[in-house]
């Protein structure tokens, strides 16, 4: 019963008011180069103390959402340009978490990019460990329940993480970890219809088949229907919310 029953948290006046300024200025209300208020102004026209004021306000400097000048001020960004990996969450979650098509369509087109080259060279640099690692996934996928959203997302990651650890370069395993945010919140997504949970885990099986074969080919064949399953998938979401 006390696992069932977690504390209850809401957000903190901070959380709130990085989540306000971030919708402002993914939304284009606050425009490239405008200046925020002061500290002061805004605590006061918000309704907040400076100090919430002040860390909110580092918090979007962290994510390049803004820059702070000293005698200057806030000063809103192109995120585009100036923007951190933390921004790709919050675009995802912009307008109350609603799939964007266009920032849908963009991170698909990266994750081909990079998802299929790592699929080519973990099939041919894997080693045996990786191999019985890729085993064991699949063993534990055959356990997971359809309704087990939260396990469906942890061992999808764990899946698409390996392969890149079994490419056998260093940044890759990186890259796809500062990724995390973004990928598990699409999964989830992707994931509240458990009728895709068998044809993605047969993907899974189709994909360690390859690895372990060492068919470069085939393993890029295969990460490429993974992910046009998962763009199909999304796309027929998007049109469900319209």
């Known amino acids: 019963m006390q696992e069932l029953l977690k504390p209850l948290k809401a957000d903190s006046l901070k959380e709130v008011f990085v989540t306000r300024f971030e919708e402002l200025i993914l939304s284009g209300k606050l ?19 400076r100090p919430v004021v002040h860390e909110g306000l580092v918090v ?16 809103v960004n192109d995120y585009r340009r100036a923007g951190s990996p933390d921004i790709l969450n919050s675009l995802f979650n912009y307008n109350q978490g609603k799939l964007d098509p266009l920032i849908l369509s963009s991170i698909l087109s990266m994750r ?5 080259e790592t699929a080519r060279l973990a099939a041919l640099n894997r080693s045996i460990a990786h191999v019985q690692e890729f085993r064991e996934l699949l063993k534990r996928e055959e356990r ?31 890259l796809m970890n500062s990724m995390k945010s973004i990928y598990t919140n699409l999964t989830r ?3 509240i219809d458990p009728t895709v949970v068998a ?23 295969v990460m490429k229907k993974i992910l046009k399953h998962g763009e199909k998938q999304f796309i027929l979401l998007i049109n469900g919310r319209r």
Not at 31 to 49: C, D, N, T, Y
Not at 112 to 116: A, S
Not at 153 to 173: C, G, K, R, S, W
């Open 112 to 116: 081909i990019l990079f998802e299929v």
């Open 199 to 221: 044809r993605v885990f047969g993907f899974h099986r189709e994909m360690v088949d390859a690895i372990e074969a060492g068919d470069e080919k085939l393993a890029t064949r």
């Open 144 to 174: 997971i329940r359809d309704t087990d959203v939260d396990g469906l997302i942890d061992v999808d990651f764990e899946f698409h993480h390996l392969i890149t650890l079994a490419t056998d370069n260093q940044i890759y395993p990186l």
């Open 189 to 191: 997504q992707f994931f």
């Open 60 to 75: 979007l400097a962290s994510k390049g959402l803004i820059t702070l000048k000293p005698r200057v001020g806030a000063i």
């Open 31 to 49: 425009s490239i180069g405008e200046k925020l208020p002061s500290e002061r102004e805004l605590a006061f026209q918000m309704g907040v103390s």
